[in-house]
């Protein structure tokens, strides 16, 4: 485990200073100066941004959702998928009109795929109006590097090589006022062979539980009412320290007040079943388990460096049903890894027909450079693995078609988060087991928990009516 190394209060000082130093630039505008910034993948980029948005706040600008009108523009990159790759240079490549019709604007780039040197070299020669790129270990010196640009007019690229760092005390802002992401830990030491996060994020390193349980009381009493903890691995938070993650949810969980704690995500291979006695026996977290299983094949899993076995993973989910009857279980399947065979995907379809998921995020594997997969023995078409793809489509559906019906005619307790995505005339919002609920409420409800009686079960949703 690498050493935890923490921004030391002279750092965090020193990008204080050059955040004033930034506002008094700003200050000379005619107007107040407008960023866009757009965070692409996961929880932990978004939460990246709030970083960058609060940062950029304290420097004095304000935030457009146009990048045409746009003084600053920041794209906070994600590295999991090459194809989303491509789409930043393309979106990178259609900037350059904006940057020839005002020669001010300042363009940035951070973010897990800039941490890949050869992007971040690709960068300087093709996008030579690119004016900063950072790297994901040096979020906490955005303003250092944003001042040097405008004190010395020229081109910023910092991509240090790190086990990374922690940094307290940036500011953020928040995309929502009842929703809050915290961070808990950071990095991965797993080096599953498919994915690149150990390369661009580096090793795991946990915040401090005082850090995490005062920064989340602290939102409690301002009143948000989701408080999303994050991490890649987040079970094996505080394997370098004092307290592990059941011992950090039953401090966050004795907090005052009606809130819900959610986590993600999980690897199985640290999943324990202290663990789920930990949520059974909670007031407030979330009946929810997002355990990735990614294969049903033991070979497949040996292949992707998972660490735990069918057998490991499904006394887990036996005991977490046992223990929470009403646990929501859902996954990340890869159909198609290489070297694969149609027997193991069979493994697959058999695992999810024992489970039962109520829903689960599938992908067909994808290569990505730099992964140790990338390197093996890809011999089935594309053709064939849609064709699988399809094959577990259809078992899903039918588990997921199922799921929810068992909901109809219960009250459920649901944290309002505003109008439906699919009927405007409906609010919509999430359970203690982060099932979608879309009901009948008014602008009044959002940001407070109601009690809904259950209607209708979809297979992605449930409907009801609200008990007041
Ligand atoms: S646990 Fe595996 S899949 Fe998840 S971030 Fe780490 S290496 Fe990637």
Known sequence: MAL????????????????????????????????????????????????????LAEMGYGFTDNPDEADFILYNTCAVRENAENRVFGNLG??????????????????????????????KKTFPFVDLVFGTHVLHKFPEYLYSIFAEDKRVFMIPE????????????????????VPIMYGCNNFCTYCIVPYVRGRERSRAPEEIISEVKGLIEKGYREILLLGQNVNSYGKDGSLDFKGLLKELDSLEGEFKISFMTSHPKDCTTELIDTIADSKHISWHLHLPVQSGSNRILKLMNRHYD???????VDYARKRIPDIQLTTDIIVGFPSETY???????????RVKYDSAFTFIYSKRSGTKAAEMDDPVSEEEKGKWFRELLEV??????????????????????????????????KSRQNIIVDFNGNEQHIGKFVDVKITKALNWALVGEINE
């Open 4 to 55: 935890t190394q923490l921004v030391s209060e002279e750092e965090i000082k020193e990008q204080r200073f050059f955040t004033q130093r930034v506002r008094a630039v700003t200050h000379m505008f005619d107007r107040i100066p407008l960023a866009y910034t757009h965070s692409y993948g996961c929880q932990q980029n978004v939460s990246d941004g709030e970083k960058i948005n609060g940062m």
């Open 94 to 123: 259609a900037l350059k009109h904006l940057k020839n019709r005002n020669p001010d604007l300042i363009i940035a780039v951070c973010g897990c795929m800039v941490q890949q040197g050869h992007i971040a070299d690709r960068i």
């Open 162 to 181: 790190s086990d990374g760092v922690i940094c307290e005390g940036i500011p953020v802002k928040r995309d929502s006022d009842f929703k809050a992401s």
């Open 310 to 316: 069918v057998e490991k993973y499904l006394s887990l």
């Open 343 to 353: 027997e193991d995907f069979r493994e697959t379809l058999k695992l999810m027909e």
């Open 396 to 429: 899903q559906g039918k588990a997921g078609d199922e799921a929810y019906k068992k909901y109809v005619g219960k009250t459920l307790r649901v944290l309002c988060e505003g109008r439906g995505r699919t009927d405007e005339s409906l609010y919509t919002g």
